[in-house]
């Protein structure tokens, strides 16, 4: 016997119900997209998201403000982030700032980097996830949580940028240095990263259905590319130099001494610079009560001394107030084990750790005796005594008794910095080297009889040292610590630099960074050609790809061989199978069930 209609049916319903259920299955499996999905936007389940068909807008308007957002907060945090990381070499001044304006000492610096290294990768890696969902054809949806994020990121990068630009403003400087001797390789990172976009950049350009839409897409990749393959043209680094035209490494001056290794401005202090094979030594100097002469950089002994234990109501009281006796009594070291301010005291065995307590002030005698054994010159600022002290009008000529009777070094091994006074120095001491720390005129400078100019490294001009350099006039610089900024100075033939990192900027045997003309226009001209191509492939990939898809009926547009066609024929299977059903249930039996509709979403 044949089967009854109603059998029949039901049995075309069930196989309408196992297919429906494998092309469900097949479609909703996409681990890679429910993830990206996921983290984006909390979106785990397939039935919460939504596909962009081809050639429409991939979000709302409110999706797309988001997205722009993103994009400029990632842009701004990665300013700052850069523009943080360059100013390393500032970072205890940053701190010691810091510590004198809050009354306690904490690592700023490096907080601050840290927090914005975490904020540009949280913000990294959402822009990662919306450039993924977007290639995939997925419409975008940020979470709530995540537009937070995005406002808290954009509300530091700019509210840090703002307050450092206004406390710390001379650290623009120091970005602007850095592109001279990073823009080669940020260029390369650029094109890079502008190479990788190209992808969905592409993908998108084929699939829009409005010529407007295409042609400002394209404009827009089209005019940053381009701007990024002719940079180079304006590009200028003193470290691209023909070979043998570099000149000999910088002499290094110990500034107050070895500080990142022993407590600054102590004898331990100037040993391990020496040790550490410093051609100099810097120090600053200020005059006791009683006329000794000794070293101290702040006007109060508060950060480097124990003087809030010894004299606990003398701590804002002028170092130059306290006699001899009183500054004997202090200890000029335990401070540097308390708070180590370049994170290196852990690195010193238990002898040096006792060694540094029991570390005093020193005189200027010590000092200078220390250079003459060594035979290393030395440069000192000299701080005039505040009113009332005995010395404030003496101060000069005490400091030059100190070094004509007092101390065995020779005259000509002293950089005489102190501007104060300087034809009466002149006069009594011509062996002195007159060193100026002003960005005078070569004819001021001459009048003068300077021979050596002591500036800030933000006036660094490879032009300007050459000036200089031609009417014999050396240029030390202060204070280079970092490895890139004493290879600046190196290529650009500054004589000497003042360091807090003599142990690691003796070991560079030659300038980081540096290249041949030659070897940089093979590196910038590679790097667009291997772009071109790359971009030009994936554009013609792309196009090939999506040749035969779009067609029009009406005025929808329908896709028959892109990526959506697989989904597209397996529905039309689908509906195949259920008009047949629906076909042979009328022509069988009036009471044949309505067959359920199948859409491109799973039900809830």
Known sequence: MGRSPVSLSRLKLGKLKVVRRQLLQRYEHQPFVSCLAGLYGCQWRRYQRAKAQPGECCCSRLECSCFALLIVTFILTLIFLYFWSEAQNDYNDFDWFNFGNLG?????????????????????????????????????????????????TLSFSISATAVLSDVWSKEWTTLLLSFQV???FLHV????????????????????????????????FLAVLFALYLVPLGMYSPCIKEKGTLGPAPT????????????????MSFEKAVESGGDGLETDVTISYDGVPFLMHDSTLRRTTNVHEVFPNRT?????????????????????????????ASSLDVDEKNRVRNQTVPTLKEFLDLAAQHEKLVIFDLRRPPRGHPYRDTWITRTLEVIHNESSINSSQVLWLPADQRSLVQELDPELQQTSGDHSSIEELQE????????HYSYMSQEQIRKYSSVNIST??????????????????????????????????????????????LMWILTDIVSAFLITAI?????????GLPFWSGSRQVNENGPYSKFRTELSDVWSISSISVRGGAQSSPLTPNLPTISEEPPI
């Not at 610590?481 to 030659?510: D, E, F």
Request: net charge positive; hydrophobic share 50%.
């Open 104 to 152: 306690f000492w904490f690592p700023w610096s490096v907080v601050l980097l840290v927090v914005a290294a975490a904020l540009f990768t949280y913000i990294a890696l959402l822009l990662v996830l919306a450039v993924c969902l977007l290639s995939e054809g997925q419409r975008l949806y940020l979470h709530w949580s995540h537009k937070i994020g995005i406002l808290v």
């Open 476 to 521: 030390n610089l202060y204070v280079i610590s970092q490895p890139w900024l004493y290879s600046l100075a190196w290529c650009a033939g500054v004589h000497s630099v003042t360091t807090n990192a003599l142990h690691i900027l003796k070991k560079l045997q030659r300038p980081l960074f540096l290249m041949t003309p030659d070897e940089y226009s």
């Open 539 to 547: 554009f013609i990939f792309h196009w090939w790809r999506e040749r």
């Open 448 to 455: 003068e009889h300077i021979v050596r100019l002591n500036l």
């Open 182 to 184: 990073t823009a080669p």
């Open 252 to 267: 290094l001056f110990g500034h107050r001494g070895a500080p990142m290794l022993a407590p600054e401005n102590t004898q």
């Open 189 to 220: 990172g650029g094109v890079s990263l502008m190479t990788l976009l190209s992808w969905p950049i592409a993908l998108h350009f084929f699939r829009m259905n409005k010529r407007v839409r295409q042609v400002a897409l394209l404009s827009l």
């Open 316 to 344: 804002d009281t002028p170092a130059a107030m306290f006699t001899w006796d009183e500054l004997e009594m202090l200890s000029a070291g335990s401070w540097f084990l308390q708070r180590d301010p370049f994170g290196t």
